[in-house]
T-cell receptor, first 108, second 112 residues
């Protein structure tokens, strides 16, 4: 079983729509969680950290459910520029485990 | 403050050749890692280091060596290049604890 699993998508949504997707992780001792964004196999860039109480950054909302071992990302009012692959990342002390990514395409 | 710098950005090798991918960071991060990313797949950890003089294997270490003689540098050596090592390679660094990782721009490596 992979340590971090994501729905690969693609999620194809119109501008202005809301899109949400999850990521599950297998190690219950995982300490911290992040969402990264990756464009066209360029370097991943940090989108946001994920906190236990949930957190927002503008149009992006992240949630953590430790009991069910998943994290989620919700994007409101989608923009064309949100088209990317979103990587779920789980910190296991010394190393990070990456999901394979969820592809989101926002169409005009 | 350059962040994480990888060189070269592109490289073509012949099967059996060896080479070193360079990675340097100027953020005084203790942790550094090398990943490879193949089409349609996520990042897979090759080797990582938690400080100068300390390295460990990741998920896919075979065919690669690393060393960490300084905090700043973490080179990745391909011992005898194989076509299966054609990939995009990313170097990353971070501070301990729940800190996010910073990535270099990547090295696109093709092995013929």
């Amino acid at each position: 079983r992979k340590e971090v699993e994501q729905d690969p998508g693609p999620f194809n949504v119109p501008e202005g729509a809301t899109v949400a997707f999850n990521c599950t992780y297998s190690n219950s001792a995982s300490q911290s969680f992040f969402w990264y964004r990756q464009d066209c196999r360029k370097e991943p860039k940090l989108l946001m950290s994920v906190y236990s109480s949930g957190n927002e950054d503008g149009r992006f909302t992240a949630q953590l459910n430790r009991a069910s071992q998943y994290i989620s990302l919700l994007i409101r009012d989608s923009k064309l520029s949100d088209s990317a692959t979103y990587l779920c990342v789980v910190n296991e002390v010394y190393k990070l485990s990456f999901g394979a990514g969820t592809t989101v395409t926002v169409r005009a | 403050n350059a962040g994480v710098t990888q060189t070269p950005k592109f490289q073509v090798l012949k099967t059996g050749q060896s080479m070193t991918l360079q990675c340097a960071q100027d953020m005084n991060h203790e942790y550094m890692s090398w990943y490879r990313q193949d089409p349609g797949m996520g990042l897979r950890l090759i080797h990582y280091s938690v400080g100068a003089g300390i390295t460990d294997q990741g998920e896919v270490p075979n065919g690669y060596n690393v060393s960490r003689s300084t905090t700043e540098d973490f080179p990745l050596r391909l011992l005898s290049a194989a076509p299966s090592q054609t990939s995009v390679y990313f170097c990353a660094s971070r501070s301990p604890g729940g800190q996010p990782q910073h990535f270099g721009d990547g090295t696109r490596l093709s092995i013929l």
